[in-house]
């Protein structure tokens, strides 16, 4: 039998999760007299359980109980505050001084930070079991090779171009799949809708630059994030999934949102009010059935971006049907009826589907 | 999906990097590796300092903005109508639109406004040429105004607003004579070659990637017309190499509040990929007062 593969810091955390969920369950049923297990098969699991929690605090440094839990939120967001700062630092340092070096220099400094912070994010990994030093450092690594491309930029005069947001999304994915990092997939899947939308554009005739003013140019990306877990399965990585069909849902949704109340940026050549119609009605379809797909699969980022923009759409045209000519207590017990109504059909969905919590699709 | 060893991964991330800047380099020295598209000669006045309290706060670096003029449609009372840094020049009409590669409706081009306010810009090669004859009728046009306003102002001799407008239209000739930028934007195509063919001069004509906008021209009698807006050229600033900086490390841009403004000559040249690049700045003797 082959030897299964280490795992993902995310998937050992689920698993100690786990583990913890079913102690509680078991003293639980052993309590109501449901199940009991004899003094040998408990110590089999008992066993196999702290074995699991000692493998898994020496790989990953993972969260043993809640207080560590707690701890661990806010190591995670002092992580992401100083990943932020530590990165602006990095620009506003090189822009100090850049000015002082000749050419060569310049661009010496700038391809040795690409490697001397992509080296030091690969030798923190192997070295930081609880993973927090290592994201600091990966996106440092991310900032110099972004603010590499850009200088070489600057000092060349070089014409600026789309096609630098590949290689940044390139090195942005390899980070944020090495080190299991979410906050540099987010950057690498900017990076990815920025190009493609820009290179729609592009193909109308359009300067890139100007390609996001066309809201229709982010659709094709937005199917292409909402369906790459699906095609691509990301067990490895729990939390990579979810990012993708947010990403991919706000790709559809903003620029439906924006075109419901904005014909001219629209490529279709219809008169405006039936475009804008159109757009709202698509709005509320899509949102719609983004729910119900959401609650089908267990999938709930996908029925909560659903609902909140179910939700825009619903108040952005309640607005413009009612703010002038209701008085004001009509106008938010109107609103305030439909968040019951949506809370009672949504309770309804959840008695439909009777869908689990939590990851549901690859 | 599976995860990549660290061997592997160190490779991929350390290609990257060197693929990446290889790319960059090397198309900087393919920009730079053949005779010259342009070769200019430009001074102050289309290649300005950016303002000291500017230029030394967090960014070392430096760069000189690209100051471009369009003639406008327009003519205004004192400027004649030169737009700096962007604007709708006159030829850049329904015609040449259609020629940029924009869909023009030349059923509509004279007649209802045009659908053209609904298209973005789009990238195109813009020629500009230094101390022309568009700068001479901008020049011309300057000096008729001065002269017009004083004459005014002599037939009326203690009337205020006359003497105001007298000033300020000679001022204005004084600025045009010493100060604004002599490269005016005179044509636009797709393909450099033929531009090139167009306007050989290369110590003249500068050929530079910019971005035109198509907009609606109200021809004033109730009529729109097709039109463009010239907008971004290049990177709208060129970058000082470091060798180059000595003279206009500290200089007084010129319009800076309470000092005078750097007379310089600087050689730009422009590459095959219309990329520029500065080789020599010169300063000269007399500062501007």
Redesign the interface.
């Known amino acids: 039998m082959p030897e299964a ?1 280490a795992p ?1 810091r995310s998937e050992a955390q689920e698993r100690v999760d786990g583990i913890h969920s079913f102690r509680d369950e078991l003293a639980r049923l052993a309590d109501e007299g449901i199940l009991r297990l004899d003094a040998a098969q408990q110590a089999a699991v008992q066993n196999h359980h702290e074995h699991l929690l000692a493998e898994f605090a020496a790989l990953f440094d993972v969260d043993r109980d809640s207080r560590a839990k707690q701890l661990s939120l806010g190591m995670r967001v002092a992580s992401f505050l100083g990943a932020l700062a530590l990165a602006a630092s990095v620009f ?1 340092l090189f ?9 060569t220099a ?2 010496g400094i700038l ?1 040795a930070s ?2 001397a912070s ?2 030091l994010t ?1 030798w923190l ?2 070295r930081d079991a609880t993973g927090y030093f290592t994201k600091l450092a990966a996106l440092v690594a991310f900032a110099c ?1 972004v603010l ?2 850009t200088m ?9 171009s789309d096609k630098a947001l590949l ?1 940044w999304a ?2 942005a994915f ?2 944020a ?2 080190c299991d990092l979410r906050l540099l997939l987010a950057a690498g899947i900017c990076c990815v809708i920025a190009y493609v939308q820009a290179r729609l ?1 592009t193909w109308h ?3 890139w630059l ?2 996001g ?2 809201p229709e140019n982010f659709f094709p990306v937005a199917a292409l994030l909402f369906v790459f877990p699906l095609l ?6 729990p939390g990579f999934a979810p990012i993708y069909r947010v990403f991919g849902l706000l790709c559809l949704f903003l620029p439906m949102l924006i075109l419901s109340h904005w014909a ?1 940026g629209s490529y279709i ?1 219809l008169d405006a009010d039936l475009i804008e119609g159109g757009y709202q009605v698509a709005g509320f379809v899509a949102s719609a059935l983004v729910i119900w797909l959401g609650a089908r699969r267990g999938w709930p980022e996908t029925v909560n971006t659903g609902i909140v923009f179910f939700v825009i759409f619903l108040y952005t045209k309640y607005y413009q049907w009612w703010w002038e000519i209701m008085p004001k207590y009509l106008f938010f017990l109107v609103v305030g009826l439909t968040a019951v109504l949506i809370l009672l059909i949504l309770k309804r969905l959840r008695q439909t589907f009777h869908a689990p919590a939590g990851e549901g699709g690859p | ?1 599976k ?2 060893s ?1 061997g592997r ?2 490779g ?3 290609g ?2 060197v ?3 290889a790319i ?2 090397g ?2 020295w393919w ?1 730079r590796s053949s005779t010259p598209e342009s070769a200019l000669t430009l001074s102050e006045r289309e290649l300005g300092l950016p303002w000291r309290s500017l230029r030394l706060m ?6 000189l903005n690209l100051n471009l003029r369009v003639a406008g449609r327009q003519a205004g009372e004192f400027a004649g109508g030169q737009m700096v840094n962007g604007g709708m020049p006159e030829w850049l009409d329904a015609a040449k639109m259609a020629a940029l ?1 924009f869909p023009v409706d030349a059923a509509r081009a004279d007649g209802e406004r045009p ?1 053209n306010a ?1 298209q ?4 195109v090669i813009l020629v500009m040429e230094l101390a022309g004859p568009a700068w001479q009728r901008a020049l011309e046009k300057a000096r008729e105004s001065a002269g017009r306003h004083a004459a005014a102002a002599a037939a009326n001799v203690g009337n205020k607003q006359f003497a105001d407008r007298a000033k300020q239209a000679n001022d204005e000739l004084a600025r045009e004579e010493n100060l604004n930028s002599r490269l005016f934007v005179i044509d636009a195509g797709l393909d450099a070659r033929l531009l090139r063919e167009k306007y050989p001069d290369r110590s003249r004509f500068l050929l530079l ?1 910019g ?1 035109v906008r198509p907009v609606t021209h109200s021809r004033g009698d109730g009529a729109h017309q097709a039109s463009g807006y010239v907008s ?1 050229v ?2 709208g ?3 000082v ?3 180059l ?1 000595g003279p206009l490390e500290s200089a007084p841009a010129i319009g800076e509040p309470g000092s005078g403004g750097l007379r310089f000559s600087a050689e730009l040249l422009v590459g095959r ?5 500065l080789i020599g700045v010169t300063p000269l003797a007399k500062d501007i007062n």
């Open positions: 593969p993902s506003f822009y100090q001084f850049w000015g002082h070096f000749a050419e310049q661009v391809i690409s490697f992509f080296g690969m990994q192997r090779f590499n491309i070489l930029g600057q000092i060349f005069n070089i014409t600026p290689p390139a090195m390899l980070l799949y090495t554009g005739g359009v300067y100007h390609a003013e066309r691509v399965a990301h067990r490895r990585f001219s050549d | 999906m995860t990549w660290r991964t160190l991929v991330g350390i990257l990097i693929l990446t800047n960059a380099l198309g900087v920009n967090e960014n070392s670096g430096l760069a590669g659908q609904r973005l810009p789009r990238e990637r971005t971004r290049g990177n600033q060129v970058h190499p470091h060798a900086r990929r219309l990329e520029p690049w």
